[in-house]
């Protein structure tokens, strides 16, 4: 346990960038099969299709996730700064801390404000047992975010990388980070192809 709190910094990024390159190398790898028929290869590129577009993303909400993106992320560096920091027995510099909290607070209430604004129905779904690490991540990320919200303010007034606080805030963004980058591996291109290309759900 020890060895994964001190190695946070360099577990989180691995695990994103290497679920990034199997969701690349699966895209490529997903190609007709080389004994098929000009028509079945037809056929299996309808399917295909029609699955996208059974997977598409509403243009609100792509651009809503597009905008929280930029604050995420530097949201998550800067998190993982101060984490690094903490654990050489330093004090984080007052521009850190700051740099810190104008990031993670928008990103939090961006993304807060996209799962209120989709619906019932699509908050029903995502409390569908069978999608709740699909689409039910989103829920689980928004609700991961009152905790880290509830712990960030607090370390604000009482400072200390030792802290049951301090601790409490460092669980909740390393799950909120894991989370967060399965979310992304799943959404990104949806969202972009919502948002750029035309190709969005109903709203």
Known sequence: MEFVLLHIPH???AFVAMGF????????ADQPPAEFSDAQIDEWRRVRIERARAKRVRRTSARLGLISLPLLIMAVAT??????VALRNDR????????HVATSAPALALVTYKVAESGRARLARGLDPARFLTDGISLILAALAVPLLATGVALLFFPGSDSATAYAHLV?????????????MRYLGRSLDAA?????APE
């Open 92 to 99: 984080p510099s007052a521009l850190a801390i700051w740099l």
């Open 79 to 84: 998190g993982l700064w101060l984490y690094t």
């Open 21 to 28: 390159l199997g969701r690349f190398a699966a895209v490529m």
């Open 11 to 13: 577990i989180i990024p």
């Open 172 to 184: 909740g963004s390393a799950w909120w980070m894991t989370l967060f980058g399965v979310h992304l």
């Open 196 to 200: 750029f290309r035309d190709k969005a």
